[in-house]
């Protein structure tokens, strides 16, 4: 039972520092943003509504929306919007029309991911840093200077993984609800009537007496969610108990705190409005406090970036995206990667949203689209899991996804105002992404159509072989083919040009699957074929790490035991060639020719060891 209790505890601050590192620093920045609009006077009642109208929002949409109904959405244990988007197209499988645009609208809603991956870390980081600000005006030109360092520091140190220092990130983010939770209540303490503005009354009454004004606040007023999705998304990794009791214990308490004493402060001493978080604190207090913002916004920005890594493996797996290096950075938990072109392209476009931007308040109108996109999508998937997955009646389904739905559109359509002052920003960025994703996938179904034209089938062509068998050689051969019994096209290669035919053939498929995870003793299907041949599918979820030795050594159970010394894997290497037809259009055929040209050896994705490879290339026309 001490055990227990012991994992649950440190679950329990892991999840502290992972998963709400996103949602822990919105307190740098919404309630500055709500009242930097201009249309909210410093009086009483317009306070307690906002303050009620952030409450209300971080009850109804992380409380009880993502907290409450949607970790109970897990995926074999997994979550997230890519595990959201495949238990809901499973479960309309029987419905191929929808399921087809539910995919479409689930990979959008991925894509929408990066947009947000690339504006949480430039608000956070220099929201933190203008905290020097608050210091001294003169220390204003250091701060888009110190963020871009920091940020640079943070990428580049990705590839070393986050091993050694994550063991760090729940003590510090402890430290950091502990003291903006003692923030709050310093200024609660003065004017502890600020409570009162719990009540949803207050909300009713500031958005019935100012419904305009109201609606163009919700733009800000959403950015207290900001990292919601985390909370679903990092589930696998912490499990539903240990977040839940992580945000009503620690997380949520001390944010509720610190924005109350943000308006409480703020009735006191309206002049404070140009930076609320800092001057909670005292004088002497502002540059600690600086130091240790900045070391909550780099664990936000962490996770995200972390984030960004596995979200990118698992589209990889669903195949809407070409392979990419991946390097584990761990030898004890695999789900550790660094993947160097995600890492760097992210850094690109965020020294770019810094220098375009160059304060988180204006950053600040850039964000919130993609966020409320997302939830939006979540909410739209998750309608299709409680009725169709789980059954549940058709009323009730409707009731409880019309009431987020409704809350998602208030969102959305306010955030559709900031769409020029940068709320484009991140829509291009998902917009680009989701270009190059459906362009993979219809490259993809061309390619395998052009090559399954000219495939021969591969029983009856071993069958026509073996009546005057070509000469065999020691050691084993596997050749990789991206569909089931046809013929590869190294082996055909293969026989043309060397004129031999290994001792044992092994016809190996990966197959990905739209599961997180598929264990060992359900890897491999093998069916032997006569003379040492065989016929071998591999299968992996969208969270597996592909090792194709690994896998292949549990056919010794099956008699066929592969020597590494003797072992070749013969793999084709398809050059894709566009041409004018009935295809995509010729722009698009050429986008994905490059994408294929460039996309990651599969001998180093598939974890081959590279002496055994042999590649045998030949041209397809699409």
Request: hydrophobic content about 50%.
């Given at each position: 039972?001490?055990?227990?209790?012991?994992?649950?505890?440190?679950?329990?601050?892991?999840?502290?520092?992972?998963v709400?590192?996103?949602?822990?620093?919105?307190?740098?920045?919404?309630?500055?943003?709500?009242?930097?609009?201009?249309?909210?006077?410093?009086?009483?009642?317009?306070?307690?509504?906002?303050?009620?109208?952030?409450f209300?929002?971080?009850?109804?949409?992380?409380?009880?929306?993502?907290?409450?109904?949607?970790?109970?959405?897990?995926n074999?244990?997994?979550?997230?919007?890519?595990?959201?988007?495949?238990?809901?197209?499973?479960?309309?499988?029987?419905?191929?029309?929808?399921?087809?645009?539910?995919?479409?609208?689930?990979?959008?809603?991925?894509?929408?991911?990066?947009?947000?991956?690339?504006?949480?870390?430039?608000?956070?980081?220099?929201?933190?840093?203008?905290?020097?600000?608050?210091?001294?005006?003169?220390?204003?030109?250091?701060?888009?200077?110190?963020?871009l360092?920091?940020?640079?520091?943070?990428?580049?140190?990705?590839?070393?993984?986050?091993?050694?220092?994550?063991?760090?990130?729940?003590?510090?983010?402890?430290?950091?609800?502990?003291?903006?939770?003692?923030?709050?209540?310093?200024?609660?303490?003065?004017?502890?009537?600020?409570?009162?503005?719990?009540?949803?009354?207050?909300?009713?009454?500031?958005?019935?007496?100012?419904?305009?004004?109201?609606?163009?606040?919700?733009?800000?007023?959403?950015?207290?969610?900001?990292?919601?999705?985390?909370?679903?998304?990092?589930?696998?990794?912490?499990?539903?108990?240990?977040?839940?009791?992580?945000?009503?214990?620690?997380?949520?308490?001390?944010?509720?705190?610190?924005?109350?004493?943000?308006?409480?402060?703020?009735?006191?001493?309206?002049?404070?409005?140009?930076?609320?978080?800092?001057?909670?604190?005292?004088?002497?207090?502002t540059?600690?406090?600086?130091?240790?913002?900045?070391?909550?916004?780099?664990?936000?920005?962490?996770?995200?970036?972390?984030?960004?890594?596995?979200?990118?493996?698992?589209?990889?797996?669903?195949?809407?995206?070409?392979?990419?290096?991946?390097q584990?950075?761990?030898?004890?938990?695999?789900?550790?990667?660094?993947?160097?072109?995600?890492?760097?392209?992210?850094?690109?476009?965020?020294?770019?949203?810094?220098?375009?931007?160059?304060?988180?308040?204006?950053?600040?109108a850039?964000?919130?689209?993609?966020?409320?996109?997302?939830?939006?999508?979540?909410?739209?998937?998750?309608?299709?899991?409680?009725?169709?997955?789980?059954?549940?009646?058709?009323?009730?389904?409707?009731?409880?996804?019309?009431?987020?739905?409704?809350?998602?559109?208030?969102f959305?359509?306010?955030?559709?105002?900031?769409?020029?002052?940068?709320?484009?920003?991140?829509?291009?960025?998902?917009?680009?992404?989701f270009?190059?994703?459906?362009?993979?996938?219809?490259g993809?179904?061309?390619?395998?159509?052009?090559?399954?034209?000219?495939?021969?089938?591969?029983?009856?062509?071993?069958?026509?072989?073996?009546?005057?068998?070509?000469?065999?050689?020691?050691?084993a051969?596997?050749?990789?083919?991206?569909?089931?019994?046809?013929?590869?096209?190294?082996?055909?290669?293969?026989?043309?040009?060397?004129?031999?035919?290994?001792?044992?053939?092994?016809?190996?498929?990966?197959?990905?699957?739209?599961?997180?995870?598929?264990?060992?003793?359900?890897?491999?299907?093998?069916?032997?074929?006569?003379?040492?041949?065989?016929?071998?599918?591999?299968?992996?979820?969208?969270?597996?790490?592909?090792?194709?030795?690994?896998?292949?050594?549990?056919?010794?159970?099956?008699?066929?035991?592969?020597?590494?010394?003797?072992t070749?894997?013969?793999?084709?290497?398809?050059?894709?060639?566009?041409?004018?037809?009935?295809?995509?259009?010729?722009?698009?055929?050429?986008?994905?020719?490059?994408?294929?040209?460039?996309?990651?050896?599969?001998?180093?994705?598939?974890?081959?060891?590279?002496?055994?490879?042999?590649?045998?290339?030949?041209?397809?026309?699409?």
């Amino acid at each position: 039972m001490q055990n227990s209790k012991s994992s649950l505890a440190g679950l329990t601050v892991g999840a502290i520092g992972v998963v709400f590192g996103d949602i822990g620093t919105s307190v740098l920045y919404t309630v500055k943003e709500v009242f930097a609009t201009g249309h909210v006077q410093f009086t009483h009642d317009n306070v307690y509504g906002v303050l009620s109208l952030i409450f209300w929002t971080l009850t109804i949409i992380v409380s009880v929306k993502y907290v409450v109904l949607v970790l109970r959405a897990d995926n074999n244990g997994e979550g997230g919007l890519v595990a959201m988007l495949t238990l809901a197209s499973r479960a309309v499988a029987d419905r191929p029309r929808l399921r087809h645009w539910m995919l479409l609208v689930g990979i959008f809603g991925t894509c929408l991911f990066y947009g947000d991956g690339v504006i949480t870390p430039a608000i956070t980081v220099l929201g933190a840093m203008e905290g020097l600000e608050v210091m001294s005006p003169e220390l204003t030109k250091y701060v888009i200077p110190l963020t871009l360092l920091v940020l640079f520091l943070l990428f580049l140190f990705q590839k070393q993984g986050t091993a050694g220092i994550g063991k760090f990130f729940g003590p510090v983010m402890l430290l950091w609800f502990a003291t903006i939770a003692a923030l709050g209540l310093l200024h609660i303490a003065r004017h502890p009537e600020i409570l009162w503005a719990v009540s949803p009354h207050y909300a009713w009454v500031f958005a019935l007496h100012n419904p305009g004004i109201t609606f163009i606040i919700l733009g800000a007023v959403v950015l207290c969610v900001t990292g919601g999705e985390a909370l679903y998304a990092d589930m696998g990794h912490f499990g539903k108990r240990p977040i839940r009791l992580a945000w009503f214990s620690i997380a949520m308490p001390a944010l509720v705190l610190n924005y109350f004493g943000q308006g409480a402060l703020l009735l006191a001493e309206p002049e404070a409005v140009k930076n609320p978080f800092f001057n909670l604190a005292p004088e002497w207090a502002t540059l600690p406090l600086v130091c240790l913002a900045t070391a909550a916004a780099v664990i936000a920005s962490q996770a995200l970036i972390s984030g960004a890594f596995s979200v990118t493996k698992q589209v990889i797996q669903l195949g809407f995206l070409p392979r990419l290096q991946i390097q584990h950075t761990s030898v004890h938990d695999k789900g550790q990667i660094y993947m160097p072109f995600v890492n760097w392209g992210l850094f690109v476009l965020i020294v770019l949203a810094v220098g375009m931007f160059r304060s988180s308040g204006n950053l600040a109108a850039a964000y919130g689209i993609a966020v409320t996109t997302d939830m939006l999508i979540t909410t739209v998937l998750t309608f299709f899991v409680v009725r169709y997955a789980w059954k549940l009646p058709l009323l009730l389904c409707i009731g409880a996804s019309g009431l987020f739905f409704t809350v998602d559109i208030l969102f959305w359509s306010s955030n559709l105002l900031k769409l020029i002052h940068g709320g484009w920003f991140p829509l291009v960025i998902a917009g680009a992404v989701f270009l190059l994703m459906v362009t993979w996938r219809d490259g993809r179904a061309l390619l395998t159509q052009a090559l399954q034209d000219q495939a021969l089938d591969l029983k009856d062509f071993l069958s026509a072989l073996f009546i005057a068998p070509p000469t065999r050689v020691e050691g084993a051969a596997v050749f990789l083919t991206s569909r089931d019994g046809i013929v590869p096209n190294a082996l055909l290669h293969n026989l043309k040009h060397n004129k031999v035919l290994h001792g044992q053939n092994l016809f190996v498929t990966v197959q990905n699957h739209e599961v997180p995870w598929i264990g060992m003793e359900k890897r491999l299907e093998a069916e032997a074929l006569g003379n040492d041949c065989w016929r071998v599918i591999v299968n992996y979820g969208f969270k597996n790490d592909y090792d194709l030795p690994k896998a292949l050594s549990l056919l010794r159970e099956q008699g066929v035991d592969l020597n590494p010394m003797t072992t070749s894997y013969f793999l084709s290497r398809d050059i894709v060639t566009p041409t004018l037809g009935v295809g995509m259009a010729l722009w698009r055929e050429k986008l994905f020719a490059q994408m294929h040209h460039s996309a990651s050896a599969a001998a180093e994705f598939l974890n081959l060891p590279n002496n055994a490879v042999v590649e045998l290339g030949s041209k397809v026309e699409i």
